[in-house]
C-alpha cells in the first residue's frame, strides 16, 4: 500500500487554520516535538462534543431505511454520537471528558443539541435524493477524508469531510455542510468544497447549501459559475503562503483560549 504523505495533504480547515493563527498552524502540523503528539494537548470541550454529536447524529440518521427517519429515531441516533474525542469508550453521562462542568451542564447541552436536531427534522425533507453521506462507523471516520484525496499538482494535494451530498433533477450536486455556530460561513468554503467535490465525482455541483441549525435556516449559492481554475489558483496562493513562511508567529484572536497549545504559546512568546 502506498504511503500517504499527510504534510502535503490540505483541506479547508487546514488552510483557514493558518489564516487563523500561525503559530497554532505551526503547533498543530510543522512542530517537529509537539506535532507529533498534538492529541495529547486536546482539551475536552463542550461546543466541540455538541458539533460533533450532531453531525454523527445526522450521519446515522441518514443510514437508517427510509421509513425509520422518524424523529424518534433521530433521538436514538443522538445517544449514540454522543461520546468524548478523547475517550470514545466512555458512556453517557460524559462529565468533564466532554467539557463539561457537571451533570447539569450536560443535560443543559444535550437539550440544546435535541432542539437543533428538532429544527433540522422540521425543515429537512428525511428522504432526499442523497448522492454522498460520511460513513457510519462515526468514532473512526478519518476513512472518509482518506478517500477524498485528490492531486493538485506534483507537489500537493486537497482532501476534506463532506455532511451530505445530494444529486439534484438536472443530474448536478448540492452539498450540504450543518453549521453549529451562529458565525456566517467563509464564502471560500464554499468553492473550496465545490472544486474537491468535482474532482472526486466528476460531477458538476450547482448549489452548496449551509443548514445553520441553531436557527432552523437554510442558506443556498449557487457556485456553478465557479471555474476550477479559479478555485486551484486561490488554494495554490493559500499554499504557497504558507511555505513561503519563515516564522510562524501568534495572531492574537478572539480563539486564543480556545486554543490547546495556549499555555506553550504563552511560555515560548513570554507573555501573559
Given amino acids: 500500500m502506498k504511503k500517504i504523505d499527510f504534510s502535503k495533504i490540505y483541506s479547508y480547515s ?5 489564516e487563523k493563527c500561525p503559530k497554532q498552524y505551526y503547533f498543530n502540523y510543522l512542530d517537529p516535538e509537539i506535532a507529533p503528539i498534538k492529541k495529547q494537548f486536546l482539551k475536552p ?8 454529536a450532531v453531525h454523527g447524529a445526522i450521519t446515522l440518521f441518514y443510514h437508517l431505511p427510509e421509513p425509520e427517519r422518524t424523529f424518534e429515531n433521530l433521538k436514538k441516533c443522538l445517544s449514540r454520537a454522543w461520546f468524548s474525542e478523547l475517550d470514545l469508550s466512555q458512556s453517557m453521562p460524559l462529565g468533564k471528558l466532554g467539557g463539561f462542568r457537571d451533570l447539569h451542564h450536560e443535560r443543559t447541552s444535550y437539550v440544546q443539541v435535541l432542539i437543533m436536531l428538532k429544527k433540522f427534522f422540521d425543515v429537512e425533507e428525511p428522504n432526499p435524493c442523497l448522492f454522498y453521506i460520511p460513513t457510519q462507523q462515526i468514532k473512526d471516520s478519518f476513512c472518509d477524508y482518506e478517500e477524498m484525496i485528490k492531486p493538485l499538482n506534483d507537489h500537493f494535494s486537497i482532501s476534506g469531510k463532506f455532511d451530505r451530498i445530494d444529486k439534484l433533477e438536472d443530474n ?8 453549529t455556530n ?3 460561513s467563509d464564502k471560500f468554503q464554499l468553492i473550496f468544497y465545490k472544486f474537491l467535490a468535482e474532482l472526486n465525482f466528476q460531477t458538476p455541483v450547482r448549489i452548496v447549501s449551509f443548514y445553520y441549525l441553531n436557527r432552523g435556516e437554510i442558506v443556498d449559492f449557487d457556485v456553478l459559475n465557479t471555474s476550477q481554475d479559479q478555485v486551484k489558483d486561490q488554494v495554490l496562493k493559500k499554499i504557497n503562503k504558507i511555505q513561503e513562511t519563515k516564522d510562524f508567529l501568534p495572531q ?3 480563539y486564543c483560549y480556545h486554543c490547546d497549545f495556549l499555555e506553550i504559546c504563552k511560555k515560548q512568546q513570554k507573555i501573559t
Fill in 14 to 18: 487546514k488552510l483557514s487554520l493558518f
Fill in 45 to 52: 470541550r463542550d461546543y466541540k462534543t455538541k458539533g460533533q
Fill in 172 to 179: 448536478t450536486l448540492r452539498i450540504i455542510d450543518f453549521k
Fill in 182 to 184: 451562529k458565525n456566517e
Fill in 252 to 254: 492574537k484572536n478572539k
